[in-house]
């Protein structure tokens, strides 16, 4: 069965620009979260979506929005891109939500770099 | 805020040593918790996850959660070079996966 695959793997943008990732999960799970990782800050949680709705959301902008398909696919995006935004973007997919919700596993992640 | 914690480290234990990873959370809510290493550059992959309370063994590896302490610990026997990477411990006590900042294990041999 395939992994979590994200598209692109790099990418580097300016300043003010606005960028789009996107997330195929394992083929079944529903389940969609989305992580921005920095030396700095860790592995810090963006988003959760499940059957097409938000489940929850993490600490982050507004300028930070996602959305999931009816195939379960899912894009995040970034607005108005900061230096600070600079950093691995990974996506996690789980057969369901829930604190009881099972594992995720994660894809490659992006990396974008902002200038 | 609700939070899990790990010493960063780095760890250094050598090779055939059980290395011993240790993880503290705060939200006596979580029922689901995880282990996941990462090496540099790589994302996050699953070692193992655990609900109960006691251990849980997979090769060389054993989880133990304690829920009155609200203590995790993960266990590798005969640490190889191979084990040297970051460990992440993360639990579950909604829909999101909380992480820790996650120990740097380093194995010398």
């Known amino acids: 069965k395939a992994g979590v695959t994200q598209t692109p793997r790099y990418l580097i943008k300016t300043r003010g620009q606005q960028v789009t990732l996107s997330c195929s999960p394992i083929?079944?799970?529903?389940?969609v979260s989305w992580y921005q990782q920095t030396p700095g800050q860790g592995l810090q949680f963006l988003f959760e979506y499940f059957s097409e709705t938000q489940r929850n959301k993490g600490n982050f902008p507004g300028r930070f929005s996602g959305r999931q398909f009816s195939n379960s696919r899912s894009e995040m995006n970034v607005s108005t891109l900061e230096l600070g935004d600079s950093a691995l973007y990974l996506c996690?997919?789980?057969?369901?939500?829930?604190?009881?919700?099972?594992?995720?596993?994660f894809g490659p992640g992006t990396r974008l770099t902002v200038l | 805020q609700k939070e899990v914690e790990q010493n960063s480290g780095p760890l250094s234990v050598p090779e055939g040593a059980i290395a011993s990873l240790n993880c503290t959370y705060s939200?006596?809510?979580?029922?689901?918790f995880f282990w996941y290493r990462q090496y540099s550059g790589k994302s996050p992959e699953l070692i193992m996850f655990?609900?109960?309370?006691g251990d849980k063994e997979d090769g060389r590896f054993t989880a133990q959660l304690n829920k009155a302490s609200q203590y995790v610990s993960l266990l590798i026997r005969d640490s190889q070079p191979s084990d040297s990477a970051t460990y992440l411990c993360?639990?579950?006590?909604?829909?999101?996966?909380?992480f820790g900042s996650g120990t740097r294990l380093s194995i010398r041999p």
């Open positions: 996690a997919s789980s057969w369901t939500s829930g604190p009881t919700g099972d594992t995720q596993y």
């Open positions: 993360a639990s579950r006590p909604t829909s999101k996966i909380i």
């Open positions: 655990i609900y109960s309370n």
């Open positions: 939200d006596r809510g979580s029922q689901s």
């Open positions: 083929s079944g799970h529903r389940s």
